[in-house]
């Protein structure tokens, strides 16, 4: 089997809602467009929004899990996003001018024990990414196959919000990537690093509901808490 690309994927508000695409233009040392475009603070956030901030400024999967369970879809000439939740009526919204519509509308499955959303934040020039560099994730179903065989449960590709899945790739062949170049199609992507995962990997991206411990089956079938990069 030939190795070729199976799906490629967008999150334009980081944490809230995956978007799927048939094509995509990239842009030399940019993240994959409308990927991460905004990210939401919350009420402990220790950034202003003016540049990149790590993870834990905002609110995500990792300490909300019903979060996984959003769908996006983005009308960039409007400007707008629409997201889906099973458990909410659809929105529509800017999110560079109606931060208070979408903070009503998810609201109602952010932990009350959890610090609350506050603001919509966007830096000029970059997507939110957790590395402090733009990048693109790229996954590999092969390995998401074995993880699943090794927990007996099947594993939706949609647990480790990715940019690009890849197909007919042996299982965790990407390890062996780390510094190396790798072309798909015209677009040449240097591997950096591989893709510590978190908390929000336990959460079925259908229901919003923890429940599967990919963690550790990671640690102690593998040895480590990687998977993509």
Known sequence: MSISIAALWRHPIKSHGRETLERVSLTLGQTMPWDRRWAVAHEAAKTDGSAWAKCMNFSRGAKAPSLMAINASSDEIAGTVTLTHPDLNPLTFNPDEDAAAFLNWVRPIMPEDRAQSKSIVRVDGRGMTDTDFPSISLLNIASNDALSAEMNQPLSMNR??????????????????????????????????????CLATTANPETGIRDADTLKTLNSVYGHREFGV
């Open 160 to 197: 480790w919000r990715g940019n690009i899945h890849m197909e007919g790739l042996a299982p965790w062949e990407e390890k062996e990537w780390i510094g190396k170049t790798l072309r798909i199609g015209t677009v040449e992507f240097l591997v950096r690093e591989e893709i510590t995962r």
